[in-house]
């Protein structure tokens, strides 16, 4: 299995977390796995742990660490955290 497949792996088990899909739902366990995806460069896990941060959900809120996840999802094509950054940038 390549780095990205693992990657990929870790994403989903963290949505599965997220949103209690086969698993009882832990918001901190699903920022766990985002974060080994993201590590790796899993866009949408860059994106997921941005989200994490900017709400503060299961991380302490940090908005330059939202900015900083969210700007490397972007960099990688990922829609939805080159908007946030957009939104992020006129608040």
């Not at 899993?42 to 900015?67: N, P, S, T, Y």
């Not at 490397?72 to 957009?86: I, P």
Request: proline fraction near 0%; glycine fraction near 10%.
């Amino acid at each position: 299995m390549t780095n990205q497949g693992v990657a990929s792996a870790q994403f989903n088990l963290g949505l599965c977390f997220e949103l209690g899909r086969g698993v009882e739902k832990d918001l901190k366990q699903a920022a766990q796995w985002c974060r080994k995806a993201a590590d790796q460069g899993h866009a949408g896990g860059q994106f997921k742990l941005g989200v994490c941060f900017e709400d503060g959900r299961a991380v302490e809120k940090d908005l330059k660490q939202a900015a900083q996840w969210h700007r490397k999802a972007a960099d990688q094509g990922h829609a939805k955290a080159q908007s946030k950054l957009v939104l992020m940038m006129h608040a």
